[in-house]
Nanobody, 119 residues
Framework: QVQLVESGGGLVQSGGSLRLSCAVS????????MGWYRQAPGKQRELVAV?????????KYADFVKGRFTISRDDAKNTVNLQMNSLKPEDTARYYC???????????WGQGTQVTVSS
């Protein structure tokens, strides 16, 4: 019912930028929360940036990305994006798109896209 497809990951040097995109298969109006998480090897999956409270939701950021990352969405293309600037080696992780529809409050996840930042 819900499909999420991430793209835009890659290898960059410290200080570089990447833009991630997540294509969402259902209307944003059906989604209560959506955004980005990441998981590094041996660590728990953690919130990066999300929209909360549906189509009119406010963006929320993890402290470690504030001022560097920006979440946005494109209603026409049905994508949620993450612009990542001033990347650091500690940002290296697999980044996952997440969506929680109103109808079932179940978290749906994409396959993820790898971001690697070299020193």
């Amino acid at each position: 019912q819900v499909q999420l497809v991430e793209s835009g990951g890659g290898l960059v040097q410290s200080g570089g930028s990447l833009r991630l995109s997540c294509a969402v298969s259902i209307s944003f109006h059906a989604i209560g929360a959506m955004g980005w998480y990441r998981q590094a090897p041996g660590k728990q999956r953690e919130l990066v940036a999300v929209f909360t409270d549906g189509v009119d939701g406010v963006s929320k950021y993890a402290d470690f990305v504030k001022g560097r990352f920006t979440i946005s969405r494109d209603d026409a293309k049905n994508t949620v994006n993450l612009q990542m600037n001033s990347l650091k080696p500690e940002d290296t992780a697999r980044y996952y798109c997440n969506a929680r529809p109103y109808v079932d409050r179940t978290d749906y996840w994409g396959q993820g896209t790898q971001v690697t930042v070299s020193s």
